[in-house]
Structure formats: C-alpha cells, structure tokens
C-alpha cells in the first residue's frame, strides 16, 4: 500500500469535509485551537489525523477514525500514540 493510499479523490475529500464541518477546530493531539485561517501547509493549520494509522490496518474512509489536528502535531506523532494526552501532562 502506498503511503498516500486512502487520503485522496472524491470519497476522501467528502469525509475530510464532514470531519470539518461536524467537529470543533481543536486538535485532538495537543489539546489547543486551531486556527482554520491557516494556509494549510502552515504547521497549525487543520489537518485530518488517523486515530487507527493507516500503516496499523486503520480504515482511512471510516469517520470515526479520524480527528481533528494540527499538521505539525499529526506529523510529529506519525504512527505512534502522542507523546502527552491531550489537555494532560506526564506523570512525575
């Protein structure tokens, strides 16, 4: 499978779409807002994240897959858990 498989054409824009229009701008990653302004290469722009990556067998049409986040958060967090829950701090 490509790295790209599943995150273009029709269906994919179609649920992009739902995604931004049925969820708050807030990224499901970090926890902070995101600013839908944003051109959508820049890091804080909306992005769609993968809860299940598509490398892990995840669905990438399956809307509840999917989350809300900042293309730097997705992109740090790659195919693994975050680092730090949202909203959250380590455990000392």
Not at 3 to 27: D, F
Not at 60 to 82: E, T
Request: net charge positive; proline share 12%; hydrophobic share 30%.
């Amino acid at each position: 499978m490509s790295t790209n498989a599943g995150r273009s054409g029709r269906r994919w824009r179609r649920v992009v779409a739902q995604l931004k229009a049925e969820s708050l701008p807030i990224c499901s990653i970090c926890g902070y807002d995101i600013d839908m302004t944003l051109p959508h290469l820049d890091p804080l722009a909306w992005t769609a994240e993968h809860v299940v990556p598509l490398s892990a067998g995840g669905d990438p049409y399956d809307r509840d897959n999917l989350r809300p986040a900042h293309r730097g958060c997705n992109s740090r967090k790659g195919s693994g858990p975050p680092p730090i829950p949202p909203g959250g701090s380590r455990r000392w």
